[in-house]
């Protein structure tokens, strides 16, 4: 089941609370049952249907062959949603770029309540598909280069509020998780200007992120990551590095020239 605070009056409704845990838990577990969700849910099957019944006619929840999965509404949403992300807006273009000079894939990221969300990816001819990065999945900012970029430029209370809420979570034994630890990275990290994922994410995969700075602080990253094997030495320490700050720097740019227009 869903863990969740519990709503009251004031926090919020918990018809929406159920319908959201309806839609989280066919997402995680897959075409269910009315039966099968009420159980993990804990609810009746007639308060499931219930919910189901006004999902499937918004078209955020189909069902077929007596089970219930999400629509393809939600994906309609998801796209329209990135249009609203000048990292996105300004980012895509670069990145491709990034991508077709290295072959390797590029990401762009975003942070939504202390965790982080890729909002595009793309990849060069010898780009390979690790599995452990995909579009619109989120992360603790600690297990990825661009995770600890944004970390980098949090204040003091903002980074204690996140590390508290989000914990320190290793996805390879490589993953920092040790606060003190990380702390010094994320000094390192400040005085380069870049961050690396040295197999943190993924064992295999190694890569580089820069911040891309928006008039009124950072606005996302964009890294580039790819099998350690042939991402090391000055390849790893010094080129890609300066080739993702100087794609970091051009959707700068873009977004702020943008920005000045607007005014």
Do not use: C
């Not at 863990?3 to 075409?31: C, R």
């Not at 078209?59 to 007596?66: M, Q, S, T, Y």
């Not at 994320?186 to 870049?194: M, S, Y």
């Amino acid at each position: 089941m869903p863990n969740h605070p519990a709503d009251d009056e004031q926090t919020g409704i918990k018809s929406v609370d159920t319908s959201l845990d309806i839609v989280e838990t066919l997402t995680t577990e897959g075409p269910m049952t009315i039966t099968e969700l009420a159980e993990v849910l804990d609810r009746s099957p007639s308060n499931v249907l219930a919910h189901l019944r006004t999902l499937e006619r918004r078209g955020f929840a189909v069902k077929e062959n007596d089970r219930y999965r999400p629509g393809l509404r939600y994906y309609e949403v998801g796209n329209s949603i990135k249009e609203n992300y000048p990292l996105y807006v300004h980012g895509t273009d670069p990145a491709d770029d990034l991508a077709a000079e290295t072959g390797e894939y590029v990401w762009l990221m975003v942070v939504e309540q202390g965790l982080g969300y890729y909002l595009y990816k793309t990849g060069g001819e010898d780009a390979v598909e690790s599995g452990a990065y995909t579009t619109g999945s989120r992360w603790r900012l600690n297990a990825t280069a661009s995770g600890k970029v944004v970390l980098a430029h949090m204040d003091e209370d903002e980074l204690d509020d996140v590390l508290e809420t989000h914990g320190l979570h290793s996805m390879t034994p490589n993953t920092i998780a040790d606060r003190d630890a990380l702390e010094a990275e994320l000094e390192t990290v400040r005085e380069q200007g870049f961050a690396r994922d040295r197999e943190e994410a993924a064992v295999g995969i190694r890569g580089v992120a820069a911040p891309v700075r928006g008039l009124d602080g950072v606005i996302g990253t964009v890294s580039l990551s790819g099998p350690a094997s042939r991402i090391e030495g000055e390849y790893f320490e010094s080129t890609l590095p300066q080739l993702v700050t100087e794609t970091a720097d051009i959707i700068r740019i873009k977004h702020n020239g943008a920005r000045a227009v607007d005014r």
